[in-house]
């Protein structure tokens, strides 16, 4: 990896490339400290010591409990994105769209935007209700100026997104979610160094969690590169004097084929009853739901657990149909050796699908409550948490094969060398 940034930064076009992508961040970080105007910072602090926003916090880079014009982050885009990828498989005017090839892509990405905007707004409606004993001057001006703030926050960090996706090295969105992450480790290295001065957690306790970190980013890495190969024939086929066709490859099922997004969709829907009885402090059966979606409790690790696993399942079989594999394979000739083309083959991958969705998914669960075993087991209350880590080497990753791709490009010496 050290090769290949240095490789990169000797290359002009590269070096202006991440020079570009590195001052977006920067812009970003800055936006992540401009307040939001019309907020009483005690009253803040105070509605935002809970632990119901911690996994919007870490995405947005420690924006949100600050409640900046960045607070809502990336989010309403990401939400967008899922929805209409969904929507593609369903509804078939956007699947032909989808279809269309760069024209068709293009459309589907301006309605994403579209999408983005609408559910940011309906996100800072939300979100100014919930905070609206913290605001100074309580009107329906203040109420609009907020509301307005945190959309075009949000919308701004799409268009920032989109220029590092065009200008700058890798995908604007993920690096803009990665940014933020990361930016969360200086301090959540400094409350670890807290917990041992103060004698809250020994210091064998943090050694032991550093090589747990080691050993599961290890294991992130060979879960999100890991893939069963089903072998595939293509039949020769002899056209006049040329034949065709007759080579072997394989069709990749990737192990972790729905990527960080069962994750997210399981945090979501936990998150929704917590956060609307948080709005009831007075209420008995408020307080009672606030308990019973305690992320220490064991219903609630039980409950994430499932949902992950459930998510992992749908999402894979919403994006990839065995039965369309199948048949694309029979129309050009490719079979898997001893299996018939068509209905067989489909259910041979389908199986296979299934067996390997299995172990993706129960790693993604693991990894997704491994800081609540952690602060069970240890006391660390972690700022960096399990899907944190998944987004950052998943998109870590995807970066650096996209400056090895860019690096072979430009170094390729071609057969006539």
Known sequence: MLETLRSAVKVAELRQKIVFTLLMFLIFRLGAHIPVPGIN????????????????????????????IFAMGI???????????????????????????????KKIVQYTRYGTVILGLIQA?????????????PGITSYVVIVLSLTAGTAFLMWLGELITEKGIG?????????????????????????VS??????????????????VIAGVVAIHEGQRKIPVQYAKRVVGRRVYGGQSTHIPLKVNQA???????????????????SWFPNNGFAQAVVRFFDFRSIWYMLIYALLI?????????????????AENMKK???????????????????????????????FLAFIALLPNILFATTGLNLQFGGTGLLIVVGVALETMKQLESHLLMRHYQGFMK
């Open 41 to 68: 910072d005690e009253v803040l602090k105070q509605m935002m010591q809970n632990n119901l926003f911690g996994f919007f916090d870490i995405v947005s880079g420690g924006a949100f409990k600050k409640f900046t």
């Open 75 to 105: 989010m309403p885009y990401i939400n967008s994105s899922i929805i209409m990828q969904l929507l593609t498989v369903v509804i078939p005017a956007l699947e032909r769209l989808a279809k269309e090839g760069e024209e068709g892509r």
């Open 125 to 137: 409606i939300g979100m100014t209700f919930y905070l609206r004993g913290a605001l100074l001057n």
């Open 171 to 195: 995908n604007g969105i993920s690096l803009i979610i990665f940014a933020g992450i990361v930016s969360r480790i200086p301090s959540g290295a400094y409350a670890m160094y807290q917990y």
């Open 198 to 215: 103060s004698g809250e957690v020994s210091i064998f306790a943090v050694i032991g969690f550093l090589i747990v970190a080691v050993v």
């Open 259 to 277: 990527g960080v997004i069962p994750v997210i969709f399981a945090m979501s829907i936990l998150l929704f009853p917590s956060t609307v009885a």
């Open 309 to 325: 696993i459930f998510f992992t399942y749908f999402y894979t079989a919403v994006t990839f149909n065995p039965m369309d594999v």
């Open 332 to 362: 050009y000739g490719g079979f898997i050796p001893g299996l018939r083309p068509g209905r067989p083959t489909a259910e041979y991958i389908e199986k296979v699908l299934s067996r390997v969705t299995l172990a993706g998914a129960i």
